[in-house]
């Protein structure tokens, strides 16, 4: 298993760009989450989902889109990308039960210049 | 809102020695869940530990333990033995027990082990 896997890996973005955040994961897990890490700081969750076709805001939405239209697939679309939307990307996703382990991705560093 | 809360930004110690890093977290629920997460240079978050609330026994993984206190709302990380492999940065965590399975993460404690 791959596990969970995000391209790109690095990506500068002028103002004003947009761009998708791919994430799969081959887990067969149900729950997927966005986050992101600001220098310095701790995650904060952007968006979620709970199965194919349900999404919902986490602690950070604005700026961002999100669509689950597979199991496995969760791309984070920025449209009009922000200086304040530079970051470091994670992707994770976990089985369907409380206490159960999020599994992260590697991370996309994102610079909006 | 829950709020997690790591009063130690960096620490430092020697191989060998023990260190143990602090969080408290800020909840109105008595059902819920605490990790630790290490985050070494590679960027990849690891799960080190975890706890649920309603277990009174500490939680231990080899050489990492917890001292869980559920009345004073404190989640530390006791590491023994440190390793150079230890070095990283340590997340604390906490996950209601309603709703979907959200994280909260603290700021997060640098550590660095010495050799």
């Not at chain 1, 799969?24 to 149900?30: A, F, G, I, L, V």
């Not at chain 1, 349900?54 to 449209?79: A, C, Q, W």
């Not at chain 2, 277990?55 to 150079?84: G, H, M």
Request: charged share 15%.
């Amino acid at each position: 298993n791959a596990g969970v896997t995000q391209t790109p890996k690095f990506r500068i973005l002028k103002i004003g760009q947009s761009m998708t955040l791919q994430c799969t994961q081959d887990m067969n897990h149900n729950y997927m989450y966005w986050y992101r890490q600001d220098p310095g700081m701790g995650l904060k969750l952007i968006y979620y989902s709970v199965g194919a076709g349900i999404t919902d805001k986490g602690e950070v939405p604005n700026g961002y889109n999100v669509s689950r239209s597979t199991t496995e697939d969760f791309p984070l679309r920025l449209e009009l990308a922000a200086p304040s939307q530079t970051s470091v990307y994670f992707c994770a996703s976990s089985y369907d039960s409380y206490y159960n382990e999020q599994f992260f991705g590697p991370g996309t560093r994102l610079t909006v210049l | 809102a829950q709020t997690v809360t790591q009063s130690q930004p960096e620490m430092s110690v020697q191989e060998a020695e023990t260190v143990t890093l602090s969080c408290t977290y800020d909840t109105s629920e008595n059902n819920y869940y605490l990790f630790w997460y290490k985050q070494p240079p590679s960027r990849q978050m690891i799960l080190v530990i975890r706890q649920e609330a309603y277990k009174q026994q500490n939680a231990t993984e080899n050489r990492f333990s917890v001292n869980f206190q559920k009345a004073a709302k404190s989640f530390s990380l006791k590491i023994s033995d440190s390793q150079l492999g230890d070095t990283a940065m340590y997340f604390c965590a906490f996950m209601t027990q309603q709703g979907a399975q959200k994280l909260v993460f603290g700021q997060g404690t640098r550590l660095t082990i010495n050799p």
